[in-house]
């Protein structure tokens, strides 16, 4: 039996271009909140309550495209999906930076959310035809590992930008990296192993017996339809949208809430902004490789929201009048909020077959899409309304204590003793 490492090259060849990717994606998404604490408002006369519309209103139109996209992508082409969305989102972002009225950029928003809309399922999907069950958590987490990373720098460069020119020129330049990497992904990207002319032939088919030896031991599931209907994916979905409002509350409005609590000036709230970031990575890391060696994804999922649920509750207990000791919290629920994305998204690959897991998982994302614009509306609402992120702290922690009771409820897949094909990973 071959017990070589199955084409390692797939670790360093396939995750930078994707990791690049969906970091493109996250940041065109998540610099508004830097715009909205640094004079957009005035520039564009925008009130209090439509900026917190406008901070969520990209969620709305990320909703509604999600299973189309995904149901693309698996049918037909991850490839030129992602490369068209590249163009369009990056095109969008840059336009943000040159709206002349409130009008434009409701429709701008709505639209980048629409052409995002696919990103993440896609990714997921494409990440099923490249890595096997026993890689899984660590390759989703090196992808979504782009959201906090981007964050991380993107909070002191995009405090810099708007520091040095306007928020203007933030979106115009932080836009066009998207348009000139989608030729790159374009170059480099194969959809399938099949068609990768960078692995020998051997490797191709032993990877794609690999692949194909999961599906064999799957219940069969004949369609979409059957799929949604899963009660374990209507409670994931239930869970993600919980879990997700307070991870978007927490991503748009964490500058805007520091430079209030504090009286920062917006380099300085970058600065502060970034750390949460820097755990979330350190976090994501740590759990994924652990799920992946224990094979259980449940246990990796719930207990870190747990301690982010009770750090949001002890962030509001402690107050602004406590500002470093809140702030610690913030940290803390942070790194905890992203730790479970990689255990989480390779639950739906082990419940489901490949035929109809794409789509559960598109299904899934935009459910928390969904809790994505609750979060980022109700958190700037409240924020407006109190003048202080108190009662924001108090719905953000709520949120993911019942995210954390719906995962508790989820039965997890008995991973399986034995797999004669079973690689030996290189990470």
């Not at 992904?185 to 999961?214: F, G, I, N």
């Amino acid at each position: 039996m071959d017990t070589s490492p199955l084409a390692p090259r797939r670790w360093w060849y396939l995750m930078p271009v994707v990791f690049i990717t969906y970091s493109l994606a996250y940041l065109d998404r998540a610099n508004y909140g830097f715009a909205a604490a640094s004079g957009m408002a005035d520039d564009l006369g925008i009130t209090s309550a439509m900026s917190s519309l406008l901070g969520a209103l990209f969620f709305l139109g990320y909703f509604f495209f999600q299973v189309p996209g995904a149901i693309y992508a698996e049918r037909r082409s991850v490839k030129r999906l992602i490369f068209w969305s590249l163009i369009a989102w990056g095109g969008l972002a840059t336009l943000t930076g040159m709206v002349p009225n409130v009008t434009l950029l409701i429709a701008i928003r709505f639209l980048l959310g629409v052409v995002e809309a696919a990103v993440m399922p896609a990714m997921l999907i494409y990440l099923c035809h490249w890595f096997t069950r026993q890689e899984r958590s660590r390759a989703n987490t090196l992808l979504i590992l782009g959201n906090p990373v981007t964050i991380l720098w993107m909070s002191v460069v995009s405090g810099y930008l708007i520091q040095a020119l306007d928020w203007r020129w933030m979106f115009i330049i932080e836009g066009l990296p998207a348009v000139i990497w989608a030729f790159v992904w374009w170059r480099v990207v194969d959809d399938r192993p099949k068609d990768a002319k960078w692995l020998e032939p051997a490797q191709k088919a032993r990877l794609e017996a690999a692949l194909k030896a999961e599906q064999a031991g799957m219940k069969p599931v004949k369609n979409y339809a059957q799929a949604f209907r899963s009660p374990k994916v209507i409670l994931l979905s239930m869970q993600y949208f919980c879990w997700s409002i307070g991870v978007y509350g927490f991503v748009i409005w964490l500058p805007s809430i520091l430079r209030q609590a504090a009286q920062l000036d917006i380099v300085q709230a970058g600065w502060l902004s970034a750390l949460p970031y820097l755990a979330a990575v350190l976090a994501m890391l740590g759990v994924s490789w652990a799920s992946d060696r224990l094979q259980n994804r449940k246990l990796f999922v719930w207990p870190p929201l747990l301690i982010a649920g009770l750090a949001f509750l002890g962030s509001y207990a402690l107050g602004s009048e406590h500002f470093w000791w809140s702030y610690a919290l913030l940290v803390i629920a942070g790194g905890c909020m992203y730790a479970p994305y990689g255990p989480f998204f390779a639950i739906v690959p082990e419940i489901l077959p490949g035929n109809v897991a794409g789509g559960a998982m598109a299904l899934i994302n935009s459910m928390g899409a969904l809790g994505s614009f609750v979060g980022s509306y109700l958190v700037g609402y409240l924020n407006g309304v109190t003048g202080s992120p108190a009662a924001s702290f108090c719905f953000m922690g709520g949120s993911l204590l019942v995210a954390v009771a719906l995962t508790l409820l989820v039965r997890q897949p008995q991973p399986p003793t034995t797999s004669p094909l079973k690689p030996t990973i290189r990470s």
